[in-house]
Nanobody
């Protein structure tokens, strides 16, 4: 059974930092592109950052220079370091694991962790 378990969310003041973690089990995460997505109330889920199996990273323009995605394949874990947080970063953050088996897309989602940026 595949599980992605996020942790590290919470309430933080504007300008503060949080580090999210996503622990994967039931898959070899090193062969997956791992990513973080977020969904704010009333909005669609959006990409925050991804890191490929080869270590290439991709970020949404809104978080470039503030967020850093990283992975520890030995621990089957992906992280999202979030600095200089803004109120607009408030959302539920979801971990994602994705790859293709031939032409068949395979992906898994975590249950989400709430991040609230407020004074």
């Amino acid at each position: 059974q595949v599980q992605l378990v996020e942790s590290g969310g919470g309430l933080v003041q504007p300008g503060g930092s949080l580090r999210l973690s996503c622990a994967a089990s039931g898959i070899i995460s090193s062969i997956y592109t791992m990513g973080w997505y977020r969904q704010a109330p009333g909005k669609q889920r959006e990409l925050v950052a991804t890191v490929s199996s080869g270590g290439e990273t991709n970020y949404a323009d809104s978080v470039k220079g503030r967020f850093t995605i990283s992975r520890d394949n030995a621990q089957n874990t992906v992280y999202l370091q979030m600095n200089s947080l803004k109120a607009d970063d408030t959302a539920v953050y979801y971990c994602n694991a994705a790859r293709r088996r031939g032409t068949i897309p395979i992906q898994y989602w975590g249950q989400g962790t709430q991040v609230t940026v407020s004074s």
